[in-house]
């Protein structure tokens, strides 16, 4: 099997962002043919095309990285039934400019830790519309809306909880399918 380089978005700015313990938790979990690099959005200004012209050195590191990768994960939270704004915001300019969308054609899956039991559902079907314009190739099933419950993770990222890391070991497996699949018919480089 070949190996697959991933960038993966934590949707989450927050110093103790559940979202970012499972994102270590699917890296921990995913088959050793996937490689993960974070794609970080914190750092990048607000998206404006009166940059389109001339990306500043943070978005340029954006669309560098994402020219690198064969696939992309989102492992994002919901914030107000939506896509959190800096989320968003990356998104938008890996969209850009016009005519160099990173996204196109990239396999993509999408997944999210919510403390509340609809676990990022309805900001996933969110995400899944920007990313269906943005031309990326997502993985539509298996979903996975994670209630997420302290007690089954360690600090490292460890799931303690079998039944939850069957079902992430999972989605990872399906993920590594999906991105052999699109890359088959839509090879990246
Ligand atoms: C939330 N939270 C939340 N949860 C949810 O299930 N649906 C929602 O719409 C929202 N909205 C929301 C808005 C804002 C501004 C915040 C800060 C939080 C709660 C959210 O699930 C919880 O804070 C998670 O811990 C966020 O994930 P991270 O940041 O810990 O990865």
């Known amino acids: 099997m070949s190996a697959y380089k991933v960038g993966y978005f934590v949707g989450s700015l927050s ?8 994102s270590t938790a699917l890296i921990r979990l995913a088959p050793e043919e996937l490689e993960f690099t974070e794609i970080p959005i914190g750092n990048l200004p607000l998206y404006s095309p009166d940059f389109d012209e001339d990306y500043p050195p943070e978005a ?6 994402l020219a690198g990768c064969d696939a992309v994960l989102f492992v994002t939270p919901e914030y107000n ?13 890996a969209s850009r400019p016009w005519g160099q969308n990173s996204f196109d054609h990239m396999p993509a899956a999408v997944i999210g830790a919510s403390i509340g039991q609809i676990g990022t559902a309805v900001a996933q079907q969110s995400l899944r519309g920007v990313l269906t314009f943005c031309n990326a190739r997502q993985m539509t099933a298996p979903e996975a809306y994670i209630y997420f419950r302290p007690e089954f993770y360690t600090d490292s990222g460890e799931v303690t909880d079998e039944e939850t890391a069957v079902f992430l070991r999972a989605f990872m497996r399906e993920f590594h399918t999906h991105v052999e699949r699109v890359l088959t018919v839509l090879p990246r480089r």
């Open 81 to 93: 039934r939506s896509i959190p704004g800096a989320l968003k915001n990356a998104i938008d300019w």
């Open 60 to 65: 340029r590191a954006l669309k560098d990285t």
């Open 15 to 22: 110093s103790t962002s559940i979202n970012r313990l499972l």
